[in-house]
C-alpha cells in the first residue's frame, strides 16, 4: 500500500471505477442468473 498522498489519489482515481464497473458487472450478473 502506497502512504504518499499522489500515491493514494492516483490509485484511488484509476481503482475506483474499475471496482464500480465489478460491482456493476456482479450484479447484473447475479440478477441474469
Do not use: V
Not at 500500500?1 to 484509476?14: C, G, R, S, V
Amino acid at each position: 500500500m502506497f502512504t504518499t498522498e499522489p500515491e493514494t489519489l492516483l490509485e484511488k482515481a484509476y481503482f475506483q471505477p474499475f471496482e464500480k464497473n465489478q460491482k456493476s458487472t456482479f450484479s447484473a450478473r447475479s440478477k441474469t442468473s
